[in-house]
């Protein structure tokens, strides 16, 4: 490398900065920094977390790309790095055709090491459930368990569960094949597969693993040819014994827009479901994620918390972060009395009067996006995430329903709706960024609509 890190990266960002719009960049390229230990050739920019890592390959790699080769004056690669829970980092090296079919790159990628077994917390809400996965961690497709369903509501640790499955394997028997996906992700890669023309590519790296996890299968309805694909996957896999872990939001027989001869399929082995956790399950779910974090709280919060929090498992401890971050804002004691004033305020803020059309119009003035575009069938990623998150909003902020919700944003049906709230649910709990721009737009939107 010609030029130091640094200095190719600060110019970098200072072209992405008259390139882009300033909400973008600060979202996306405010915490990136290049690493002092680049490898020649290679320029590794360290962000937040894979969120960011990913949205900036799949949007940004090529002007990226573009101006780290006008200032080194030699075509550097790039990649990208980001930190795992216990410190260490993980890496992503963009690769031509990676998003159709490397797939043994994909192989743990999303896998988050976070979520093991002996983090789950164990109650009766979830016994089932939990012990059929861990016989399916120690045994893939030895037991009577194949497929595996699982299903429950959002935020119970359906995904918690399925990936404690793929990183036991991973560590036990590391030569064994592991996929984990989504639904949407399993879509997405078909679709790419069959446009680059590469569809024998996909289906030998998904019929080729020894275990295929596949989270969310709910949201492959309406999806006639991707079901069809799937179909013969499954087939494919069960037939030599390899060990297929499904979940979705309710059980197989609830599902729409699946074809009869997959429904079938998943009742095939064992089907289980993870209610809302009791009182003395949201305590110990409690006191589990202070003892991870180090936290010092009493019984009488956590009670406290417990006792005020009931639906599910991420409300909980969305609360307990809410909680400590106004404690650590403010310099406060811990105390009942915080918890009270804090979840109390969360309670208590009134949205009464807000509409969908004010949500839209604070989110498309957010991402500096038009309005309208929410409503479009525009599917580019920008627009799509912001039409996420303010349906996301709608459905939290308003007392619309998923019909009428998905009627505003363009005549979308209510399965888009869902999957859209799971999603930025899932990352407002993974992501801080996300997080505290979800927060954002919510205050700006207490202070009454924008006119």
């Known amino acids: 490398m010609r030029d130091d890190p640094k200095r190719i990266w600060e110019y970098c960002l200072t072209r992405l900065q008259d390139k882009i719009n300033p909400q973008s960049f600060k979202t996306w390229f405010s915490s990136a920094t290049a690493l002092p230990n680049s490898a020649d050739g290679t320029l ?17 790699l090529p002007l990226v790309s573009k101006f780290v080769s006008e200032v ?16 260490t980092l993980a890496y992503i090296i963009p690769t031509k055709g990676k998003e159709a079919n490397n797939f043994k790159e994909e192989r743990g990628r999303f896998l988050n090491p976070r979520f093991r077994f002996d983090s789950f917390v164990v109650g ?11 016989a399916v961690a120690e045994a893939p497709g030895k037991t009577k368990y194949n497929p595996l369903f699982i299903y429950g509501g959002v935020g119970l640790g359906k995904t918690h569960l399925i990936q404690a499955i793929g990183n036991f394997i991973a560590e036990e028997d590391p030569g064994k094949k592991v996929i984990y996906a989504t639904s949407e992700k399993f879509t997405y890669n078909f679709i790419n597969a069959l446009s680059r023309n590469r569809i024998q ?12 996890l596949m989270d969310d299968i709910q949201f492959l309805s309406g999806k006639e040819s991707t079901q069809g694909q799937f179909f013969h996957t499954f087939n494919a896999l069960h037939q030599v014994n390899h060990q297929i872990v499904l979940t979705a939001d ?28 009791d009182f003395e399950s949201r305590v110990a779910i409690l006191k589990n994620k202070a003892e991870f974090d180090n936290l010092d709280l009493s019984d009488s919060v956590i009670e406290y918390i417990a006792h005020n929090i009931t639906s599910n498992i991420r409300a909980l401890e969305g609360a307990l972060i809410k909680l400590i971050a106004h404690a650590s804002l403010y310099g406060r004691e811990i105390t009942v009395d915080l918890a009270r004033k804090v979840l109390s ?21 957010y991402f500096d996006l038009q309005e309208n575009s929410l409503c479009e069938k525009k599917r580019t990623k920008d627009i799509a995430f912001a039409r996420q998150l303010a349906m996301y909003l709608s459905r939290t902020l308003t007392s619309s329903s998923l019909k009428s919700i998905g009627l505003r944003f363009g005549g979308r049906d209510h399965s888009t709706v869902v999957h859209a709230c799971n999603k930025i649910e ?14 954002e737009i919510r205050d700006s939107l207490t202070h009454g609509p924008s006119k």
């Open 44 to 60: 590794v920019i360290r962000v937040k977390n894979l969120f960011v890592a990913e949205w900036i390959e799949q949007h940004y």
């Open 72 to 87: 080194a004056q030699e075509n550097l690669k790039i990649s990208f790095a980001y930190p795992l829970h216990d410190g």
């Open 124 to 134: 009766d809400f979830n016994r089932m459930a939990y012990t059929a996965a861990l």
């Open 201 to 212: 590519e996909f289906t030998r790296a998904y019929r080729s693993v020894d275990v295929l």
């Open 250 to 277: 309710c059980p197989p027989e609830e599902i729409d827009g699946i074809e009869e001869r997959l429904l079938s399929r998943f009742k095939w082995g064992l089907v289980v479901d993870i209610k809302p956790p």
């Open 345 to 365: 305020q969360k309670r208590r803020v009134s949205y009464r009067g807000l509409t969908i059309s004010d949500i839209q119009r604070q989110v498309a003035r």
């Open 426 to 439: 899932d990352l407002i709990k993974r992501d801080e960024k996300v997080r505290r721009m979800v927060e």
